[in-house]
């Protein structure tokens, strides 16, 4: 079966630290992702989160060893006010068209066992 995961962004926060690559204040973004499997019969949106600090100024990704105490300290907040998508799953039309033939079958089934002579 075909089946795709990835990381979907949920919600771009613009953090107004300075970035520890480019020392520009107007670049960082912190980023909460979470993962979506997709595959044929359904899609799912999972619990499982990431999350990153970008820099839309120096295109770099900035990794936790780099963080400053101002960033952990807003990372922190900004982690506890996020609320995250809650997991589903969406049935897709092949599931949908499977489910509708097996009940149709089930009910013939059940019509011939029960009228045999119709
Ligand atoms: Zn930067």
């Not at 973004?29 to 970008?54: G, V």
């Not at 120096?58 to 963080?67: D, E, R, T």
Request: aromatic share 10%.
């Amino acid at each position: 079966m075909i089946m795709s995961e990835k990381l979907v962004t949920i919600k771009e926060v613009v953090l107004k630290n300075n970035c520890p690559e480019c020392y520009n204040n107007e670049g960082l973004r912190l980023i909460f992702k979470q993962k979506i499997i997709d595959t044929k019969l359904y899609r799912s949106t999972t619990s499982q989160m990431s999350h990153e600090i970008a820099c839309k100024t120096c295109h770099n990704i900035i990794y936790p060893v780099k963080w400053t105490d101002d960033i952990e300290r807003v990372f922190e907040y900004q982690k506890k006010a996020f609320v995250p998508q809650k997991s589903s799953i969406y049935l897709k039309k092949t599931s949908w068209i499977a489910i509708i033939l097996a009940i149709i079958i089930a009910i013939a089934v059940i019509l011939i066992v029960v009228y045999p002579n119709l």
